[in-house]
């Protein structure tokens, strides 16, 4: 069971990043993903998840009208587009595959999670 993410990097205020995250076929297909982050000194929190058919979507508030989860065909790739963003956007990206087909805010409804990518904002 492996999930890669990828795409991190170094953005300026107001730019635009878009993160992947490719998982085993065997673990995510049919699998709710979602996306959390964890700042500097801070709990790892949730920023979006994704229904494995990709009809059910969930956004937190920080994050809603700025930044986009998608699947791949495949449904094996999960995208999280970024835009717009701020300094405090700054944090490592994790990937997750949510132990039912719904995606959640909860982390504990993961229970299989990439190793991060880290994505810088300077102001």
């Known amino acids: 069971v492996q999930l890669q993410a990828s795409g991190g990097g170094l953005v300026q205020a107001g730019g635009s990043l878009k993160i992947s995250c490719t998982a085993s076929?065997?673990?995510?297909?049919?699998?709710?993903m979602g996306w959390f982050r964890q700042a500097p000194g801070k709990e790892r929190e949730f920023v979006a998840a994704i229904s494995w058919n990709g009809g059910n979507i969930v956004y937190a508030d920080s994050v809603k009208g700025r930044f986009t989860i998608s699947r791949g065909y495949a449904k094996s790739t999960v995208y999280l587009q970024m835009n717009s963003l701020k300094p405090e956007d700054t944090a490592v990206y994790y990937c997750?595959?949510?132990?039912?087909?719904?995606?959640?805010?909860?982390?504990?409804?993961?229970?299989?999670w990439g190793q991060g990518t880290q994505v810088t904002v300077s102001s």
């Open positions: 997750a595959a949510a132990r039912t087909p719904y995606g959640s805010s909860s982390r504990n409804d993961y229970n299989y």
């Open positions: 076929r065997r673990t995510s297909s049919n699998n709710g």
